[in-house]
């Protein structure tokens, strides 16, 4: 049985469990500081009209090598809680595609350990 959670943040992505509730994470734990990451890489500013200034620039269109320096500047003003490292390489069947992989880790306030995740967008 899981263990129960203290203060819970929807998932990401967003889903429903068995219970047809929402699923959530912990807050603060590397699950959470992860989907958090994801989102602020994944919407455009401008984006969402309550917080115009929220996300990243729109790379889609960009030419490889990708500019992660600015990519992880960006993501760092919006989540603070997670450490980043990425690195990028051509796609195994479409050299035009750019594969980013980040590796996330997060230190916790109450232990003297790295809690780390790898994540390929």
């Known amino acids: 049985m899981p263990e129960p959670i203290d203060i819970p943040h929807f998932s990401f992505p967003f889903t429903f469990g068995t219970s047809r509730h929402a699923n959530v994470v912990e807050q603060d734990t590397i699950d959470d500081v992860v989907g958090c990451i994801s989102v602020a890489l994944l919407t455009e500013i401008g984006f969402r009209p309550e917080v115009p200034t929220f996300g990243?620039?729109?790379?889609?269109?960009?030419?490889?090598?990708?500019?992660?320096?600015?990519?992880?500047?960006?993501v760092e003003e919006w989540e603070s809680r997670g450490e980043m490292i990425m690195t990028q390489s051509p796609d195994e069947r479409d050299n035009l595609i750019a594969r980013i992989?980040?590796?996330?880790?997060?230190?916790?306030?109450?232990?003297?350990?790295?809690?780390?995740e790898e994540s390929n967008a």
């Open 56 to 74: 990243t620039t729109n790379r889609v269109f960009d030419m490889q090598p990708l500019d992660l320096v600015a990519m992880l500047s960006e």
């Open 101 to 116: 992989t980040a590796l996330v880790s997060l230190r916790r306030a109450d232990q003297d350990t790295v809690i780390s």
